[in-house]
């Protein structure tokens, strides 16, 4: 196999280390991630490694090519355990979107096809941020890399778990991110109790005891660790907020 070493020359902490590994990757290189094949590619080429040290070059500019494409290769490094890294029990505040849909991949749960990358060749397709924020929206190609996804057509789901507790919702929009709808509707829904077991074992590899997972129909499509819920407690006379609170006084 191969050492790999992620960065830019021009940080003098990366350039002392180019001699001793295998392959360089730069920061700004093309990259792309196929989840379903679990295949890497850089500038067009298969990338194999089972070692890695990477660092965020800080010594330049920094581009929105090069930020995404760090959180791509920790995203990549984070679901191979058999990659030796250092700190690899350190996640502070890492992006994780791409780990975890491998994790919920691993546990059973249907996840759409994905990539990462600067696009893809499949049709019909949609695009989010690497590491979340902004919207989803259509599309194909980016001039950044982005997660890209089949677009799935279903009722969008938010499946909230609190400890022992389970709370299903519903939202139905017309939008394509019910994000950007000032009034979607919002109400109680189910989801199968497989799915709920599928979803916490998803929780527990990632060391969660609170989240919310958003579906498509019974199609996963990322957890959120922190996630907003005041509107969906009121659809469920504060539930939600007591759970909180219950949860944590045991």
Known sequence: ?????????SDPNI??????FDIFVDQASVIHWDLDQDALFVDGVSCIFDSYFG??????????????????????????????????DYHGEVPFKLHNLMVARRVGLKVPYTEAGLGTQREDS????VTGGAHVV???????????????????KRL???????FCFG?????????DDPEPSLFISEISDAIVEKTRRVMFELGLTFGAADFIDETFLEINTMPMFVAFDQVVDGAIAKSIYYGLRG
């Not at 995404?68 to 990549?76: A, D, E, T, V």
């Not at 949609?126 to 941020?129: D, G, R």
């Not at 194909?140 to 057509?153: A, E, H, N, Y």
Request: aromatic share 12%; charged share 25%.
């Open 1 to 9: 196999m191969a050492s790999l070493l992620f960065g830019q020359r």
């Open 15 to 20: 350039e002392v280390l180019v001699p001793y």
């Open 55 to 88: 660092r965020a070059n800080v010594f330049e500019t920094n581009t929105h090519v090069k930020y995404n494409n760090f959180y791509i290769m920790r995203n990549y490094v984070e679901s191979h355990v058999d990659i030796a890294r250092y700190n690899s």
């Open 126 to 129: 949609i695009l989010k941020p």
């Open 138 to 156: 259509r599309g194909s190609r980016s001039l950044v890399p982005m997660i890209v996804q089949d677009r799935v057509i279903g009722l969008n």
């Open 160 to 166: 909230f778990i609190i400890g022992d507790d389970a």
């Open 171 to 179: 939202l139905r929009s017309d939008y394509l991110d019910y994000r």
